[in-house]
């Protein structure tokens, strides 16, 4: 194919949790949806002619646009996207017994999943979310239409069917270990078959949380995921009436940590939901293992019980990967910049229920763990996360001025005080075009 696109304009990326750049007059230059060059813009014909490239496209950015990385949804339940919103103040599992049970039950029907599944996809990529990692419900041909879905939108993801053979009521639950396990390893083959190299979609096994998991389903998935080395994702330390439970259900283990362990579930592929109430035991354990958080500050200051702040300068100060997520029905928005605001505020309460211990989270780290921690609790970064060379170009391209609600730019503005704004005032409507894999996926 060989197609060349060249954006020429403002470029801000993470480096690092602290590290954010922000390049003036930049020149980046894509070619077959991977990122080949990263400089300055005086330096266009030097760079075009050391890589022999005389046929290309070029985009020019408005005084006012950039372009940053696509945002990465680490947690996510895809079948909740009509339900979101419903049921904010309740209790965690008296919300799955009323309001998600009910609904996600609704995809034993092919056709329901595919309408819902189709506008879930186009919904999120509109929100400039380039990857997320999705639970799906507890079915089988439900699950790979998502995967389909993903496929043919161009949305990168993490898809797993929701494992789940217990405490859940009868028209919504796997009938045994052995039919989980075989509608798993159906979804597996399946997305194989479909992008075999995981380019693009990849699966994760899902054990929805320990409540909805027997020992033997447990024990198999610990084991399938070692054997095919896939990612995994479930809800850990979520809320104290989930905690409880786990403990009542396996009082042979002192934590979920523990528990996870044992089952080969926690490992450096693992991407635990929630973590609200952490000991020191457990963040250690984590910080080991090197499991990546997916921190969704909306749903735990929702859903689930009351105002849960996690403990996020915590797992940095541990060197534990952070990412954001939405997580669908949980919360009230499928915004990542929501996202954001939300972990703002989250640190906030932090500072000062830890007397200034923990301090407030940066924008820059706030960035870092909508992009580039994202893509690392994920595993796809060596892929996704910044602009870096080699990396593919999954972006979103930003326009200060679009007509919306966005504190709007200035003359003299700075790109940083661009980017300020967009982060915590713009929406959805400055989001001007979404890549993945140097592919237009929303315009
Ligand atoms: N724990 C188990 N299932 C769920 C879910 O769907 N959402 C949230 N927030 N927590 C859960
Ligand atoms: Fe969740």
Redesign the pocket.
């Known amino acids: 194919m060989n197609h060349v696109q060249i954006f020429v304009g403002s470029v801000v990326h993470s480096l690092s949790l602290q590290h954010l750049e922000i390049i003036d007059d930049a020149l980046l230059i894509v070619r077959d949806g991977r990122i080949i060059a990263l400089g300055q813009a005086a330096s266009e014909q030097d760079i075009l002619q050391s890589f022999g490239i005389v046929d290309y496209d070029v985009h020019q950015l408005p005084p006012d646009d950039f372009l940053m990385p696509g945002f990465v949804d680490t947690h996510n ?1 895809a079948p ?1 996207y009509a339900q979101r919103g419903l049921g904010q103040g309740m209790h ?1 599992l008296d919300w ?1 017994d009323k309001i ?1 049970f009910p609904n996600e039950a609704k995809f034993e029907d092919p056709a329901h999943a595919r309408r819902i599944y189709s506008g879930c996809v186009a919904g999120f990529l509109r929100q400039g979310i380039t990857t997320a990692s999705y639970y799906g419900s507890r079915h089988a041909p439900a699950t790979k239409i998502l995967a389909d879905e993903c496929l043919r939108q161009g949305q990168r993801a993490l898809v797993g069917k929701c494992n789940m053979n217990r405490n859940a009521p009868d028209f919504y639950r796997d009938e045994s270990v052995e039919a989980s396990v075989e509608e798993t390893e159906d979804c597996i083959a399946h997305l194989k078959s479909i992008d075999p190299a995981g380019d693009l979609v990849r699966y994760v096994v899902t054990p ?2 320990a409540i909805t998991c027997d020992n033997g389903l447990l024990a198999r998935l610990g084991a399938i995921a070692k054997r095919d080395n896939l990612a995994i994702q479930t ?1 850990f330390n ?1 809320a104290e009436q ?1 905690m409880k439970a786990t403990r009542d259900l396996f009082p042979e283990f002192d934590c979920e940590a523990d528990l996870y362990e044992h089952f080969q579930l926690l490992n450096n592929r693992s991407i635990l939901a929630h973590c609200c109430f952490m000991s020191e035991y457990e963040l250690d354990k984590l910080s080991v293992h090197d499991a990546g958080v997916a921190h969704c500050p909306i ?1 735990n200051m929702t ?2 019980g009351g105002f849960m702040t996690a403990p996020v300068r915590a797992f940095l100060r541990k060197g534990i990967e952070v990412g954001l997520g939405t ?1 669908s ?2 919360g009230f928005s499928s915004s990542i910049l929501d996202a954001m605001r939300q972990a703002l505020i989250a640190s906030n309460a932090r500072e000062v229920a830890t007397d200034g211990t923990d301090k407030g989270l940066s924008l820059e780290e706030l960035f870092y763990m909508a992009t580039l921690g994202g893509a690392r609790v994920c595993n796809f970064d060596a892929k996704i996360g910044n602009f870096e060379v080699g990396k593919e170009f999954d972006a979103l391209w930003i326009s200060g001025n679009a007509s919306g609600v966005m504190a709007p730019c200035e003359p003299e503005d700075s790109t940083r005080t661009i980017f300020e704004k967009f982060l915590m005032t713009g929406d959805d409507r400055n989001i001007n075009k979404v890549y993945v894999r140097g592919r237009v996926v929303k315009q």
Do not use: M, N, W
Request: without cysteine.
């Open positions: 339940h909740q965690i799955l998600t929805r949380f809800h979520e989930e749903a859903v689930g997580d029905g949980g």
